[in-house]
């Protein structure tokens, strides 16, 4: 059974994953010239238009900006995982990310609540990103729950 | 510094559709995807009254099928233009307005457009088959690969489920809304002997016990996957008034585009579809707005994003579209029919060409029982990829 994508990206997209699975700390490229964010890594700068660029540690603290729960999948991989909840998460610097909701009852998911994105490393380049809620802790029990699924 | 429309665009009512070809909407065709694009494509050049020796021009879909083979294949000997709009769903009409600044600047005298694929057998492979040689190539597929698919989004549903459950949770958009959509392809689909859903009518119960696949969307917010090909053969009105057919006038078009248009996530507002930028750069072009439509082909991959691209439209103001869609008024005998031909929802999924090819059989009033009487300008939209946009407003041109 093919397994969950894991992504093999390169260039821009490739630097950020190593920032993130080398510190184990969420990452967002920010220009060095006006200290805009963004996400996901650009060239150039879409505020300055600088070439210049680092990618800067972040809390990962923001708030949900969109969600959807998946109650079917097309891929084997994912079958044991529904109904799965997918975040898109708007970081207080302003980027947005997406990542899996670790949530005890994810149908009650809302847009606004306060939540924060944390990296668990898959491979040497690639953390998955899963987004814990502020308000709704995740037992110790689910947490092993998603941990033994993921495996 | 803004960017208006030119004054005095040289394009509205220079060009127009001579010539429509469609093959059946199928769950299974026993011919490849060049197979089909080349009947759909004779049938359309042959409609027009012409021959492919007529044929100069030639914008091919954004995959699947190149230009070149198709012009070796059907006899086009001297091909002045060639070009393909990047942009899934939205780029047979957005092909129009490359087609009309061809004709109008005499680059190019009758141009064929033409889509069509596999969307039914690609997935679901026959044991001999062979692999689709040409895919599409947008960048937006790398996104989806780091950003997107880890998290259990694949494909197209579950990355627009992202956005469309921020429409429906901000404006409180009912089910029901999305299921007057459903319910209207469904309704026109049966009075279409092509129509993949002919036979198999949808009520308001039967769409609300639909499942989920990813929330907002339920199955039967999705459209059908099918086989099939669609083309168009456009040239000079001028030319199109000595052949067969009404000529099917183009009064004006545009694309527009969120951005980044390759990353759905983080635009300013993840509502704003490419068709709120194209939507006013066309009606200024054409001298119309929806207003003056009197019938629309929408783009109708799911059903939510109908509802989106008639407030980018105009016809409603952000989440009015569920009140808009209530009481009849997008089926046929209301003042806006949408996807008289059941759309991708209920005749197939043809890359929105099937909406351009059932507008032009409107305004030749060729379209039999789901004919929209007296129809004189029709409306179609093109939506594809991550939310890109396309317009086109066309004209009976009998006048």
């Not at chain 1, 059974?1 to 994953?17: A, C, H, N, R, S």
């Not at chain 2, 009518?201 to 769409?207: A, E, H, K, Q, R």
């Not at chain 2, 409603?316 to 029919?337: C, H, M, N, Q, S």
Request: include cysteine; hydrophobic fraction near 40%; aromatic fraction near 8%.
């Amino acid at each position: 059974m093919p397994g969950k994508v894991i992504p093999q990206p390169d260039d821009l997209t490739l630097e950020l994953f190593q920032a993130i699975a080398s510190t184990g700390q969420m990452h967002v490229q920010q220009c060095a010239d006006c200290g805009a964010y963004a996400h996901p890594p650009r060239y150039y700068c879409a505020q300055c238009f600088s070439p210049r660029y680092r990618m800067t540690a972040v809390s990962g603290a923001g708030t949900v900006y969109s969600h959807t729960l998946s109650h079917y999948t097309t891929e084997p991989a994912w079958k044991d995982d529904v109904p799965y909840a997918t975040v898109v998460v708007e970081l207080d610097e302003g980027p947005r990310i997406v990542g899996a909701a670790r949530h005890p009852d994810p149908a009650a998911i809302r847009i606004g609540q306060r939540v924060r994105v944390v990296p668990e490393p898959r491979t040497d380049e690639f953390s998955f990103l899963t987004v814990e809620f502020d308000d709704a802790p995740v037992s110790e029990a689910a947490a092993a729950a998603g941990e033994a699924a993921d495996a | 510094m803004t960017q208006g429309a030119p004054e005095a665009s040289p394009i509205p009512g220079r060009m127009a559709i001579a010539g429509i070809g469609e093959t059946g909407y199928l769950r299974g065709s026993d011919q490849s995807v060049l197979q089909m694009v080349l009947a759909a494509s004779m049938a359309a050049i042959t409609d027009a009254g012409l021959t492919p020796a007529d044929v100069d021009g030639i914008l091919p879909p954004p995959g699947f099928v190149a230009w070149d083979e198709i012009a070796a294949h059907l006899g086009v000997r001297n091909v002045r233009y060639t070009s393909t709009p990047q942009m899934g769903g939205a780029s047979p009409t957005a092909a129009l307005l490359t087609a009309a600044m061809a004709i109008s600047a005499g680059v190019a005298h009758t141009i064929l457009v033409p889509i069509g694929w596999n969307g039914y057998s690609a997935l679901r492979p026959r044991p001999d088959a062979r692999p689709s040689k040409r895919r599409f190539t947008a960048a937006f597929f790398e996104t989806v690969r780091n950003f997107y698919a880890p998290y259990g989004l694949r494909s197209a549903p579950w990355w627009y489920a992202l956005y469309l459950q921020r429409y429906v949770e901000l404006y409180g958009v009912p089910p029901e809304a999305a299921g007057a959509v459903a319910l209207a392809c469904r309704a026109h689909a049966q009075l279409n002997g092509k129509a993949l859903m002919r036979g198999r009518p949808l009520t308001m119960d039967d769409y609300l016990a639909s499942p989920y696949i990813t929330e907002p969307l339920r199955k039967l917010d999705c459209c059908v996957e099918t086989d099939c090909a669609a083309a168009v053969v456009v040239t000079s009105t001028e030319r199109a008034r000595d052949l067969p057919h009404v000529p099917v006038v183009y009064l004006g078009g545009a694309e527009g585009h969120a951005s980044p248009a390759d990353e759905l996530t983080n635009r300013p507002d993840m509502l704003r579809l490419g068709l709120y930028e194209a939507a006013p750069r066309a009606f200024a072009m054409a001298g119309v707005t929806a207003a003056d439509a009197d019938f629309l082909q929408i783009y109708d991959c799911f059903t939510h994003v109908v509802l989106l691209q008639l407030e980018a439209l105009g016809l409603a103001g952000p989440g009015g579209a569920a009140d808009f869609v209530k009481g009849g008024t997008i089926e046929l005998g209301g003042r806006y029919p949408v996807n008289t031909h059941g759309g991708l929802m209920s005749q197939g999924h043809c890359w929105g060409m099937n909406h351009v090819v059932e507008a032009a059989r409107q305004l030749r009033h060729e379209a039999g029982p789901a004919q929209v009487a007296d129809c004189s300008v029709g409306l179609v939209t093109g939506y594809g990829d991550l939310g890109d946009g396309s317009v086109a407003i066309l004209a009976r041109g009998d006048a």
